[in-house]
């Protein structure tokens, strides 16, 4: 290929020759190479164009993904990037894709990039900056996904009033998905943007505060410490906390339940050379069990039903997970649960479960479920369900003026599902989530309209999984789940309505983009042999 390097407007371009004009046919794409950076070039509708290749969130190349229309979907998460300009409009991920100059000239496709910009592989969207003369404040309560993204979205839309995220964490917000899975992660490697980007974007953190108590009437809200701290417009997103063990034994030194970036840490550390024992095979405990498997003494796990993910992902697919697991010497207890953690001295020492089965324990993790946090809300009429959730409506508002709500805490009608009402603990919807109520915030009428999208990661295997399969009465398979490659199809009445794959990318991205189009997939396109519906 041509490579040249001229300056335009006194700024120097590299520029490439990258492909004949023929080479690409509507709808496809390839990564090119121009001056050691790799590019996304993709043709629609007769027009080429040029973006970074990799995923903003964790570098995922986007050319393995899902291309449909105008926008290209990560295979690996989920997020979804305008590929004309790179602008995210889906997440996981936080920043968009620098875009670069495409001409075509006699047949040829020349992409120019600018040399100052050639190792730069994401973009952050322009933002305005806090006027101190505007008295207007949004506080966001929580320091999860929803509000940061929520502290972006206003200042990317031209909010100049003041931002405040008050959160329980020792740390700003973090990449939260990776306690479970990277245990030991040094806390500097998990955080999703620097002080300095809060600070140059006028967005106040408070870490390590508590807020106890709302008052709608007043507009402000009251502080573990007492103090009062006045707001125009309230974000509750609050997330959940991990549910607590209820039987003799639970509150041993020992019984740990993960929450905290200080959680993860403490349970690595407790766990290297000991025995550890796992109750719950939620996705959050069998992450666990993942991560210890090749640094406890012994890791053994206890879970109520026969095989883990039993429910939501379904029994083959389980039992896959299971076996992969017990080759690297875990020991499943399945159809029992937890009747007494024994201790001595004031730590654990063993568990008995229901069965009559005792297990050697140094250290017992739960897993067992979240709870809404949603306590401090009482006396604010703020309207819950039955499980303690905020309920909202597709705009993220809830029943009292100027509060909004967002992310795991909410209870919110799911497009796809017919607006059906649900409590999804997806990262991925959190963040879709708290974008929505900034833009609602600012009075830019959006609705909730993301399909979820959610991962889990088992010995460096991952398993991707799109949609909302609660209900489900069949499951059909494309590929082999004994041996470890397929597409699972969840089907309710006649359609799918969600999908789980583990080495068959990218089927999980391409249907998550079919359903956000509003298509249909029958039962009968499933059965059929011909995967051409999938671009496979």
Request: proline share 4%; glycine share 8%; aromatic share 6%.
């Amino acid at each position: 290929m041509n490579l040249c390097q001229e300056p335009v407007g006194g700024q120097e371009f590299v520029t490439e020759i990258v492909c004949q004009e023929d080479d690409l046919k509507d709808g496809q794409m390839k990564e090119v190479i121009v001056g050691d950076q790799k590019v996304l070039l993709v043709r629609i509708e007769g027009q080429y164009s040029a973006v970074g290749s990799q995923c903003s969130h964790y570098n995922a190349p986007l050319v393995k993904g899902a291309l449909v229309g105008d926008r290209v979907r990560c295979p690996f998460h989920g997020a979804c990037f305008n590929v004309r300009n790179g602008d995210i409009e889906e997440f996981p991920g936080l920043d968009s894709l620098p875009s670069y100059k495409v001409k075509v000239e006699d047949g040829n496709v020349y992409v120019s990039i600018n040399k100052n910009s050639l190792k730069l592989t994401r973009r952050v969207k322009a933002m305005c900056r806090m006027v101190p003369d505007i008295k207007h404040t949004i506080l966001l309560i929580g320091g999860g996904p929803a509000s940061l993204v929520c502290a972006e979205t206003l200042r990317q839309n031209c909010y100049q009033g003041r931002i405040i995220i008050i959160t329980k964490d020792s740390l700003p917000p973090f990449d939260k998905p990776k306690l479970s899975k990277a245990m030991n992660a040094d806390p500097d490697s998990i955080l999703l943007r620097s002080s300095d980007f809060y600070q140059q974007h006028g967005i106040e953190v408070w870490t390590q505060k508590e807020v106890v108590s709302v008052n709608p009437a007043n507009k402000e809200v009251k502080l573990s410490n007492g103090t009062l701290q006045c707001y125009d417009q309230l974000l509750i997103s609050t997330g959940c906390r991990a549910r607590p063990l209820n039987c003799p034994g639970a509150d041993l030194k020992g019984v740990k339940l993960l929450q905290s970036f200080e959680d993860a840490k403490e349970i690595h550390s407790s766990c290297l050379g000991h025995k550890a024992v796992v109750i719950g095979t939620s996705f959050i405990g069998m992450e666990v069990a993942s991560f210890l498997s090749d640094k406890a003494a012994s890791v053994a796990v206890v879970g109520t039903s026969s095989f883990p993910y039993e429910h939501s992902l379904g029994p083959e697919i389980g039992k896959m997970c299971m076996q992969m697991m017990e080759e690297k010497d875990v020991k499943f207890y399945m159809n029992d649960e937890v009747m007494e953690i024994n201790g001595e001295n004031g730590k654990v020492k063993g568990v008995l479960l229901k069965s009559g089965a005792v297990l050697a324990a140094d250290v017992v993790i739960a897993g067992i479920g979240v709870i809404p946090n949603t306590d401090f809300l009482a006396g604010s009429e703020l309207e819950v369900d039955s499980k303690k959730a905020v309920i909202v409506d597709k705009f993220m508002r809830t029943n009292i003026p100027d509060i909004f709500s967002a992310g795991d805490v909410t209870s919110f009608p799911l497009t796809i599902r017919g607006d059906q009402r649900v409590n999804i603990g997806h990262w991925q919807m959190s963040q879709a989530q708290g974008r929505v109520a900034a833009l609602n915030m600012l009075k830019k009428p959006t609705e909730i309209t993301s399909v979820p999208f959610f991962w889990t990661v088992l010995l460096g295997k991952s398993i991707r999984y799109t949609g909302y399969g609660e209900g489900y009465t069949e499951i059909i398979f494309k590929g082999k789940v004994k041996e470890r490659t397929f597409l699972a199809l969840y089907i309710k009445d006649e359609v799918v309505v969600a999908a789980a794959s583990l080495m068959f990318d990218p089927a999980v991205a391409h249907i998550a983009e079919m359903m956000a189009a509003g298509q249909i997939i029958t039962k009968a396109q499933t059965q059929s042999d011909d995967l051409k519906w999938l671009q496979m």
